[in-house]
């Protein structure tokens, strides 16, 4: 498995990342969780809103029943979604959730804590206290945000203390703006829009890494693009070059985001065990220039 550094910190974890939102719709969560740490995977992402809370449950119940250790492991939780509601960092809710989590995980600290969607009420001065508040205690050893533009990061950085190490966005073969914008420069086609307020350059200027949520998936929560009939020139070459490089589609479409010199984390939903062995394995291949860019044009994207 490969191994990357975390942000600006010097903690190295695996490149792939086992999600853990549906875990409890898991047949068998011990055989999945053993099967992602015995191929490379140490770093599991939970949200609070996750089943209700009832993921993260689970999860602390399958690690009774392994021999894998707390200290072996990246645990990473996300808070600040009420769903339905509303969005809400502020300094209550904050530690509120991060004390939920802990219970439910079972444990006495969390690897990292994001925040989960950008809340426009934002009082950055809250979102500080409630970071320094969770690791003075030990509560949190590291942060970071999710779907948050560079302007919106920078004005929490002016206001806390902790490194914000993470962004996790959504990025694949058929969500590349983040790409796109950068490509079309200088242009005025609908894929020079720029969406994120250029958030990959951003991320690589401050050593800000970024985990790919819902890598696989195409447009909004409309079903997985591999093996997809509507995506057949795609599919074709992600079947042709599958086989150039040992591996099967969803291997190489994890590949795909693991090329990129931005250091992408991927995050692996799946709970299948075969998949997750095809993803992991796919952090060894070290895809070609040529053959990246031509996944990327029948992923449906053109070059100027």
């Known amino acids: 498995m490969k191994k990357i550094k975390l942000g600006t910190s010097n903690q190295m974890v695996s490149s792939v990342i086992l999600g853990c939102m549906r875990i409890n719709g ?16 140490n770093f599991f992402d939970h949200a609070d809103i996750y089943g209700g809370g009832e993921c993260e449950e689970i999860f602390s119940n399958v690690l009774g029943k ?8 990246f645990i990473q939780t996300k808070c600040g979604i009420v769903p339905g509601v509303m969005f809400d960092f502020s300094k209550k809710h904050i530690i509120e959730s991060v004390e939920g989590s802990l219970r439910r995980l079972k444990m006495d600290y969390i690897d990292s804590l994001l925040l989960h969607r950008p809340d426009t009420l934002v009082e950055p001065t809250e ?4 970071f320094e ?25 002016k206001y806390v203390k902790q490194p914000l190490l993470i962004n996790q966005l959504q990025f694949g073969l058929k969500h590349s703006g983040m790409i796109d ?38 447009g909004f929560f409309e079903g997985v693009f591999i093996g997809n009939e509507k995506f057949p020139k795609l599919n074709q070459k992600l079947n042709e070059l599958a086989e150039k490089y040992q ?31 095809e993803i992991a394995q796919a952090s060894e291949i ?10 990327y044009r029948e992923a449906g994207n053109i070059l100027p």
């Open 181 to 218: 914008q950068g490509i079309h420069v200088n242009m005025t086609d609908e894929a020079s829009i720029d969406h994120d307020g250029s958030v990959l350059d951003y991320s690589r200027l401050n050593d800000m890494t970024i985990q790919a949520w819902s890598p696989y998936q195409y």
């Open 66 to 73: 392994t021999s894998l250790k707390r200290e072996n492991l």
């Open 133 to 157: 508040a969770l690791e003075k205690s030990g509560k949190v050893r590291y942060f970071g945000v999710s779907n948050q533009k560079p302007m919106q990061i920078e004005l929490l950085k």
């Open 286 to 295: 070290v895809m070609s220039r040529e053959d990246w860019y031509e996944l």
């Open 247 to 277: 591996t099967t589609p969803t291997g190489l479409a994890s590949a795909w985001i693991l090329r990129h010199p931005a250091n992408i984390q991927v995050i692996a939903g799946t709970m299948n065990v075969g998949r997750i062995k």
């Open 26 to 41: 898991a047949e068998n969560p011990e055989k999945i969780v053993e099967t992602a740490f015995d191929n490379g995977i």
């Open 127 to 130: 979102v500080a206290e409630a």
